[in-house]
Nanobody, 117 residues
Framework: VQLQASGGGLVQAGGSLRLSCAAS????????MAWFRQAPGKERELVAR???????YYVDSVKGRFTISRDTAKNTVYLQMNSLKPEDTAVYYC????????????WGQGTLVTVSS
């Protein structure tokens, strides 16, 4: 299984970025996909997830600003990030878990998002 994340970069506060995660080697359509982030000195946190049925979850701090989506034809999950804030600065990781599995057992390499004030 490979998860290849991309799309990070440097952006000013208020700007937007779209992260992409291309998956291979797993049953993408039946897997839950998620984005986590880890800021310097902080624990990794779940930012958003999307189930195989399309239901979504967002951590409170990004609700209304971030949107997670998936394209089954491309085996890719996206995280559209708008109205970015300096506190969104972190390494963002794509993760996946197969249907019926409780833990995320597949991880991408991470992509750095830096939001300047």
């Amino acid at each position: 299984v490979q998860l290849q994340a991309s799309g990070g970069g440097l952006v000013q506060a208020g700007g937007s970025l779209r992260l992409s995660c291309a998956a291979s080697g797993l049953p993408f359509s039946s897997s839950t996909m998620a984005w986590f982030r880890q800021a310097p000195g902080k624990e990794r946190e779940l930012v958003a997830r999307i189930s195989s049925s399309g239901s979504t979850y967002y951590v409170d701090s990004v609700k209304g600003r971030f949107t997670i989506s998936r394209d089954t034809a491309k085996n890719t999950v996206y995280l559209q990030m708008n109205s970015l804030k300096p506190e969104d600065t972190a390494v963002y990781y794509c993760a996946a878990k197969r249907f019926g599995i409780s833990n995320y057992n597949f991880w991408g390499q991470g992509t750095l998002v830096t939001v300047s004030s």
